[in-house]
């Protein structure tokens, strides 16, 4: 009967080592396996965002950046008009008071006409020292603008390739 028992014994250890070299290998087969699928899946997300959505992403701030870029133009084209215009209204206000000035040739005359071409002079000076300092601070607010859509995108596509890869 020991005989027996330890026969019996000897033959469970055996089909336990068979069972458990055939679950060993099927695991490894199945690591394999898994391994292969998740390259594959990885190769796949990493082609599809690179592109697609990286082009979208550049594609999206290409176009704000040129619609930055055009309002900054047009603030910039807005300003020189304006300053174009005043330094006109200047010289017709000059041309004006040199005429006055001819006609009325007395130090008296010439010292009102000084005074009124003085204050004159000073309004059209703060009237583009305005218009400049608009035109800064539209610069400004584009280029603003622009920083924010740039850290946007960064930011976005830091979070999806974290994402992705679990970075």
């Known amino acids: 009967m020991a005989e027996n028992e330890k026969s019996v014994t000897d ?3 055996e089909l336990a080592g068979e ?3 055939a679950a060993t290998e099927k695991l490894t087969d199945l690591k394999a396996e898994a391994t292969e699928v998740i390259g594959d ?3 796949k997300a990493s082609e599809l965002v690179s592109d697609e959505k990286i082009n979208e992403v550049k594609a999206q701030a290409a176009e704000k950046i040129a619609d930055l870029k055009e309002d900054a133009s047009e603030a910039v084209e807005a300003a020189k008009a304006k300053a174009q215009e005043i330094a006109a209204e200047a010289s017709a206000t000059i041309e004006g008071l ?3 000035a001819s006609e009325y040739v007395s130090d008296e005359k010439i010292s009102e006409v000084k005074a009124q071409a003085a204050e004159k002079i000073e309004d059209l000076k703060e009237d583009a020292a305005e218009a400049v300092e608009a035109a800064k601070v ?5 280029a603003a603008e622009a920083s924010e859509t740039v850290a946007e995108v960064t930011e976005k596509a830091k979070g999806f390739w974290s994402k992705l890869f679990g970075k």
């Open 11 to 13: 033959k469970a250890a």
């Open 19 to 21: 069972a458990k070299a």
């Open 41 to 43: 899946l990885k190769a």
């Open 98 to 100: 040199k005429a006055k």
């Open 138 to 142: 539209k610069a400004q607010e584009i």
